[in-house]
């Protein structure tokens, strides 16, 4: 993960949020901010918008679960904290400029 991936998550969540960026940290939890089930929604979106990728995520919930699928096998991952979710993002960054 590069550090503007990061930083750029960052200042996404806290327009979303309402938390100030400089109180986020790369071990923040979105649970720990309030974000509910729309402003998950407004994160994802915010997020393809500025990367350019597509974030699969399972609808419906109050945190960020990713769907993935390997081999013909589905899997599901919560990303729970900022730095889980730049990890994601950067991944599918770099998944979607191998192509």
């Known amino acids: 993960m590069t550090l503007g991936t990061l930083d750029e998550i960052k200042r ?3 327009k979303r949020s309402e938390v100030p960026v400089e109180q986020l940290t790369h071990d923040t939890r ?3 901010l309030g974000v ?9 979106y ?3 918008e500025k990367f350019g990728i597509s974030v699969p995520i399972k609808p419906g ?4 679960v990713l769907e993935t699928e390997t ?3 589905r899997s599901s991952v919560k990303l729970e904290t ?3 979710i730049a990890r994601a993002v950067q991944s599918l960054v770099d998944a979607k400029s191998r192509r």
């Not at 919930?61 to 960020?64: A, C, F, H, P």
Request: hydrophobic share 45%.
């Open 12 to 14: 996404i969540i806290s």
């Open 30 to 32: 979105l649970e720990d």
């Open 36 to 44: 509910g089930s729309l402003e998950v929604i407004e994160i994802v």
């Open 46 to 48: 915010d997020i393809e």
């Open 61 to 64: 919930e109050s945190s960020l």
């Open 71 to 73: 081999e013909g096998a």
């Open 82 to 84: 900022i730095g889980d």
